[in-house]
């Protein structure tokens, strides 16, 4: 019921495609984090979502949270291969002190 | 301001012997946060703690594991009597309030022979 869920966990595209990829809820989310992880490194903070339908933009990336806060997206324009990595949702667990649950994330690879 | 550094980078041990893992937060944050990763896996909550106090602990095994945030200094994960199965990649995160982003450092990668 904590778990947020992150289908497929690889996904390849070819350079100046576009990519979508999803961050689904069984229960109401409070809010949402998505973070990145390049190969080799640490995850880093992309963007906190709060509001239903709620949608924020950092310059090619397009992140929105769905009207019933169920559910996240991320949408890149235009892949580079500066996008390579894995790609988290986190989801906060309810009453639990700011512990985050993270997807198991979506490694995207991109041919140039 | 230095970011939530970790060390060691990479930490070898054998069978039966101790990791102890580092992490100091960032400056200002005094909300710390543990997580082990496998590869090809996403990232499981060990622990949280705050100066002094350990706040949940619910991810973490119950023996030979243990954490802690002094007062004074970093905080410390301690893995006891390791074995094959602690491989892994452990990262710690600190953020100034609860409910804040967090903020990882680079990782302990720990091996075991």
């Known amino acids: 019921g904590q778990q947020v869920m992150q289908i497929p966990q690889y996904q390849h595209v070819q350079e100046g495609e576009d990519f979508t990829t999803y961050c689904n809820s069984s229960?109401?989310?409070?809010?949402i984090q998505w973070y990145k992880q390049r190969p080799g490194g640490h995850p880093v903070f992309l963007i906190q979502l709060v509001k239903s339908g709620e949608v924020k933009k950092q310059k090619r990336l397009t992140f929105q949270f769905g009207e019933a806060k169920k559910n996240s997206s991320l949408h890149i324009t235009a892949t580079q291969t500066t996008d390579v990595g894995t790609y988290f949702c986190a989801r906060e667990v309810a009453g639990a002190n700011s512990k985050l649950t993270f997807g198991k994330g979506i490694t995207l690879s991109v041919r140039p | 301001n230095a970011g939530v550094m970790q060390n060691p980078r990479h930490l070898v041990r054998r069978r039966g012997q101790e990791a102890r893992l580092r992490c100091s937060p960032m400056k200002g944050h005094s909300h710390v946060y543990w997580y082990r990763q496998l590869p090809e896996e996403g990232l499981k909550f060990m622990v949280y703690?705050?100066?002094?106090?350990?706040?949940?602990e619910s991810g973490m095994p119950k023996e030979r594991f243990s954490a802690e945030f002094p007062k004074e200094g970093p905080s410390i994960l301690r893995i006891q009597q390791v074995v094959r199965g602690d491989s892994a990649a452990y990262f710690c995160?600190?953020?100034?309030?609860?409910?804040?982003?967090?903020?990882f450092g680079d990782g302990t990668r720990l091996s075991i022979l």
């Open positions: 995160a600190s953020s100034p309030q609860s409910s804040e982003p967090q903020h």
């Open positions: 229960t109401t989310l409070s809010n």
């Open positions: 703690l705050q100066k002094e106090n350990i706040i949940d």
